[in-house]
């Protein structure tokens, strides 16, 4: 193939992919709700917006940077769902071009780096279709493993540069898998530099992070938010939360540790065996690609210990098509059975990406969906007139979602009659946006123990302080309550210690009127 024509395959092979990634993904965002988590960064990010900021008007554990790149989308878009859809579309449409052109730059051919990139589109965020903190940080977390890959095979200094950038944006969207992924890529760049003498290197990779913490005091400078809050909310607080879920890693059983994730070892088999064939070699020049490969391999157990660490259903499958096209590259490049081992690994991707897609995509399995009717779904319009054209069906009401809709219709009109400084802690989070009025809720979002303290943790009394200054700052005279809510029974009252007058509306809806607080 010339030049010409390759070029030309290349930009087909582009626009396809920006074309179907964001496609697929807008089509999907459109499909069923998890309350909890389908609204959460379209709440936050108008609040960030309107000049209400994280850590400082609201106790939040993860995501202020998708919170930021929310409110970025909402100005340049419009508060639409399109424009919180298309969001997520765009980030998966990142993660395949940047899966593309980094098989490319490994000299996989258009066709087959086509394929594992199509793949990544189908899988990664089809699945929930909504902007969401593990899909955002682990699609960062890529960017920065891809960069650190391209700085160890190129050496050139603008992708060590970055490579500590992207690690802190992964980081201000999630705090895990990001802070294992800064630990591996930290020691093997320390091996490199020392190795190979690579002092522009490490130069470059010092200036990139001292770049991103300079942005970093700058944008917290200009936000008035205090340090302190920060430290504890986002380091502190989720340290605690992290020592409780080291438990959910044991005991080691077989099917859950090793023959659910089966796929996954599968799609590093080959590498795992290069990596000891390198251990066992003294050629200084394998030494990059021996580094890149055990940098792939931890990575993708690192994932699935993150995986078994986290309440959320399983969507590290996605994963599978980067490292098997990662795979592909290195039998290409080291064994003689190349071609049989190709066929294996875009076997191995078809396979799990087919089975993948019916089980968790189509099935809407992350949004807690799956085994419900899709069919009962009814037109989001019905809820709000903003919603117009999402399927509208959640776990709460799978068989009579217009009963939901009556419960978040009566919100609405007793919310905009209250003229009152008013608190909303609900799921369904909105309502406020398209009330256009702040909610002054002191929580991104309302899950006891895994969104803020219980009364068993060390930082309740900072978390009860942090809600009545909330409350009494703001001159709040009524707090309501919208039920379902996924991961809180009473919220608050563990708190307001009984200084409240409880008006009930409905079985789903109630106010509590504040006294003598």
Same mark, same amino acid.
């Given at each position: ?91 998966? $449409? #990142?993660?395949?071009?940047?899966? !593309?052109? *980094?098989?490319?730059?490994? &000299?996989? /051919?258009? +066709?087959?780096? %086509? ?25 960062? $977390? #890529?960017?920065?493993?891809?960069? !650190?890959? *391209?700085?160890?095979?190129? &050496?050139? /200094?603008? +992708?060590?540069? %970055? ?17 294992y992924l800064i630990f591996l890529i930290t020691i093997i760049s320390i091996i490199f530099f020392i190795k190979l003498k690579s002092i522009s290197s490490f130069i470059s990779a010092l200036l990139g992070g001292l770049t991103f913490l300079v942005l970093f005091f ?234 803020y303290p219980t009364e068993k943790n060390m930082h309740f009394d900072y978390w009860k302080k942090f809600v009545l200054k909330k409350i009494r700052k703001n001159n709040i005279k009524n707090i309501y309550v919208l039920k379902p809510l996924h991961g809180e029974s ?28």
């Open positions: 193939m010339t030049i010409k024509n390759k070029n030309l395959s290349t930009t087909i092979s582009i626009i396809f992919l920006v074309f179907f990634s964001i496609t697929i993904n807008q089509y999907y965002g459109y499909i069923g709700i998890l309350p909890i988590d389908s609204f959460l960064i379209f709440n936050s990010g108008y609040d960030l917006m309107n000049g209400y900021y994280p850590f400082k008007d609201y106790w939040t554990i993860k995501e202020p940077f998708i919170d930021l790149l929310q409110a970025i989308f909402f100005k340049l878009f419009g508060v639409s769902w399109f424009s919180y859809v298309l969001h997520a579309s765009i980030f998966n $449409c #990142l993660i395949a071009i940047s899966t !593309f052109f *980094l098989l490319k730059k490994f &000299k996989l /051919s258009n +066709y087959i780096c %086509l394929f594992y990139s199509f793949c990544v589109a189908v899988l990664f965020y089809p699945t929930v279709g909504t902007p969401f903190s593990d899909h955002h940080t682990l699609i960062i $977390c #890529l960017f920065s493993l891809y960069s !650190f890959i *391209l700085g160890i095979d190129t &050496k050139k /200094s603008i +992708y060590w540069f %970055l490579t500590p950038i992207l690690l802190g944006f992964a980081f201000m969207s999630k705090q895990a898998p990001t802070v700058v944008l917290f400078f200009l936000a008035e938010i205090n340090i302190n809050d920060f430290f504890v909310q986002y380091f502190l607080y989720p340290q605690s939360l992290g020592e409780s879920r080291l438990e959910w890693l044991f005991p080691f059983e077989f099917k859950r540790i090793i023959w659910r994730y089966k796929l996954q070892y599968l799609s590093i088999s080959i590498l795992f065996y290069l990596l000891i064939k390198f251990s066992l070699s003294k050629k200084t020049k394998v030494l990059p690609d021996y580094l890149i490969i055990f940098s792939v391999i931890f990575f993708c157990f690192l994932t699935i210990v993150h995986q078994l660490m986290t309440i959320n259903a399983i969507f590290i499958y996605c994963l599978i098509p980067i490292f098997c096209g990662i795979s592909h590259i290195y039998s290409k490049k080291f064994l003689t059975q190349e071609k049989i081992i190709g066929k294996f690994l875009i076997t191995l991707t078809l396979c799990s990406t087919v089975y993948y897609y019916f089980s968790y995509v189509k099935n809407r399995t992350f949004m807690d969906l799956r085994g419900i009717n899709l069919e009962n779904s009814i037109d989001g319009e019905v809820v709000h007139s903003e919603l117009s054209k999402i399927k509208w069906i959640t776990m709460f009401f799978p068989n009579n979602p217009t009963q939901e809709a009556a419960n978040i219709k009566l919100a609405f009109k007793i919310l905009k009659e209250d003229n009152n400084k008013k608190m909303l802690i609900t799921d369904y989070q909105f309502i406020s946006v398209f009330l256009n009025q702040y909610d002054f809720s002191p929580t991104r979002f309302w899950y006891d123990f895994h969104g009473k919220p608050l009252e563990n708190i307001l210690n009984n200084c409240y007058q409880k008006q009930k509306f409905s079985d789903n809806f109630y106010k509590l009127a504040l006294t003598n607080c």
